[in-house]
């Protein structure tokens, strides 16, 4: 299993990146699809990210579907 502190700092990052704009959509669906499995709810939501940005690949998206993009992200690395 992976290192969960690791992917909580990594997942923020990612975030705020992509949230600022300074990220573009493909580079993270690719770091999601890449990120490989975790424990417990953590892996759960994971999963379900990875999943979300696979289902949704169309680009351009819509502002909805970007703050879905960002809900998803920051489910990773709630409480």
């Given at each position: 299993?992976?290192?969960?502190?690791d992917l909580?700092?990594?997942?923020?990052?990612?975030?705020?990146?992509?949230?600022?704009?300074?990220?573009g959509r493909?580079?993270?669906?690719?770091?999601?699809?890449?990120?490989?499995?975790?424990?417990?709810?953590?892996?759960?939501?994971?999963?379900?990210?990875?999943?979300?940005?696979?289902?949704?690949?169309?680009?351009?998206?819509?502002?909805?579907?970007?703050?879905?993009?960002?809900?998803?992200?920051?489910?990773?690395?709630?409480?």
């Open positions: 299993m992976n290192n969960i502190p909580m700092a990594s997942a923020k990052t990612v975030h705020a990146r992509y949230s600022a704009g300074r990220m493909e580079t993270v669906r690719e770091w999601i699809g890449r990120l490989g499995a975790y424990d417990g709810p953590t892996g759960d939501r994971v999963r379900e990210a990875a999943e979300w940005f696979r289902a949704n690949k169309s680009e351009p998206v819509s502002e909805e579907i970007r703050r879905t993009d960002l809900e998803r992200i920051a489910a990773i690395f709630a409480p």
